[in-house]
Nanobody
Framework: QVQLVESGGGLVQAGGSLRLSCATS????????MGWFRQAPGKEREFVAA????????NYADSVKGRFTISRDYTKNTMYLQMNSLKPEDTAVYYC???????????????????WGQGTQVTVSS
C-alpha cells in the first residue's frame, strides 16, 4: 500500500508563499504520477497540479498557472508544490495523490489518483 505524507500547510497573508511537500513510500518507477487536489469548504475537490515522475511532465489548473510550481526529488522520494502570490481563494485543504500508469494529464481527471494523503490546510488571509 502506497503511503503519502504531506506537510507544509499553514496560514499566510495574501501575496505570500508556501511550499507543500508530499513524501511517498514507494520506490517510484517511471510509470508513476503524483499531484495535488484541493477542497474548499462547501466545494468539490478540484485538481491543482500534477507531475509525471520519470520525465517531469507537468500539468496545472488554469487558476494556478504562473503562480504554483510542482516538482519532484528522486533522492528523497518527495514531491513539492511551491505556491507563490497566494490569494484568499486558494484557501483549502490540499491533498497529495498518486497513481501508477498515469500521466500528469490523466491524473488531473477526477477523482484523481488511487492513493491519497491525509491533507494539509492552507489558509490565505486577505
Amino acid at each position: 500500500q502506497v503511503q503519502l505524507v504531506e506537510s507544509g500547510g499553514g496560514l499566510v497573508q495574501a501575496g505570500g508563499s508556501l511550499r507543500l511537500s508530499c513524501a511517498t513510500s514507494e520506490r517510484t518507477s517511471s510509470r508513476y504520477a503524483m499531484g495535488w487536489f484541493r477542497q474548499a469548504p462547501g466545494k468539490e475537490r478540484e485538481f491543482v497540479a500534477a507531475v509525471t515522475w520519470s520525465g517531469g511532465s507537468t500539468n496545472y489548473a488554469d487558476s494556478v498557472k504562473g503562480r504554483f510550481t510542482i516538482s519532484r526529488d528522486y533522492t528523497k522520494n518527495t514531491m513539492y508544490l511551491q505556491m507563490n502570490s497566494l490569494k484568499p481563494e486558494d484557501t483549502a485543504v490540499y491533498y497529495c495523490t498518486a497513481a501508477y500508469f498515469r500521466t500528469a494529464q490523466t491524473l488531473a481527471v477526477p477523482p484523481g489518483g488511487d492513493y491519497w494523503g491525509q491533507g494539509t490546510q492552507v489558509t490565505v488571509s486577505s
